[in-house]
């Protein structure tokens, strides 16, 4: 089975422009996660959907956006962006069962770069 | 909130001995799940290990163990007969176990780079 897939692999954009980062979890998997990893940093917790509902959210500005589609699959979208915005954006699926833990697998990441 | 921290930017060990990375975490919480995830240069996050907070035993997984002291709050990582393959940024990471239904946030640590000499 393929793993969690992330597109585009890199990113070149300028301040003040948008960008949509696309990620297709693993088959069977309803939740998805997305982390920002800045260069020297540990992961940083954005968003979670499950179930095409947002269960949770980390400490990042009304800029960043996320939805789920149908399909399982998600979007994170970055309004006017900042130079403080390059990183590696990484989305995690997760099976997310019951209550119980659940593993999550991370993709390869999305390297975005802001000039 | 938890905090997670990694005191060890960077470590170093010859191939085949046995290293330990130290991790130190802050939480109110009583029922959690500790992690150490490898980012390789590939930069694929890969779970390593996993510890339940109210399981005293620690846990191992072939040449990955922990030593998770609970009352000190540390989470340290033994990495034994250590293979070039096992170079890479480690990071510790917290999520709690009161975790809502769908809500599985993973908190990191800054990560340590292990590098393996010859």
């Known amino acids: 089975d393929a793993g969690v897939t992330q597109s585009p692999t890199h990113l070149i954009k300028t301040r003040g422009q948008q960008v949509t980062l696309r990620c297709s979890p693993i088959s069977g998997h309803k939740s998805v996660s997305w982390y920002q990893q800045v260069l020297g940093q540990g992961p940083q917790f954005i968003f979670q959907y499950y179930e095409k509902e947002e269960r949770g959210r980390g400490n990042f500005p009304d800029r960043f956006s996320a939805r789920q589609f149908p399909n399982y699959s998600s979007e994170l979208n970055v309004n006017a962006l900042l130079l403080g915005d390059s990183a590696l954006y990484l989305c995690a699926s997760s099976a997310n069962r019951d209550r119980s833990y659940n593993e999550q697998f991370f993709g390869p990441g999305t390297r975005l770069t802001v000039l | 909130a938890q905090t997670v921290t990694q005191s060890q930017p960077e470590m170093s060990v010859q191939e085949a001995e046995t290293v330990t990375l130290s991790c130190t975490y802050d939480?109110?919480?009583?029922?959690?799940?500790l992690f150490w995830y490898k980012q390789p240069p590939s930069r694929q996050m890969i779970l390593v290990i996993r510890q339940e907070a109210y399981k005293q035993q620690n846990a191992t997984e072939n040449r990955f163990s922990v030593n998770f002291q609970k009352a000190a709050k540390s989470f340290s990582l033994k990495i034994s007969d250590s293979q070039l393959g096992d170079a890479a940024m480690y990071f510790c990471a917290y999520r709690s176990g009161l975790s809502n239904f769908g809500n599985e946030k993973l908190t990191f640590g800054t990560g340590t780079r292990l590098t393996i000499i010859p």
């Open positions: 939480t109110s919480e009583s029922d959690y799940y």
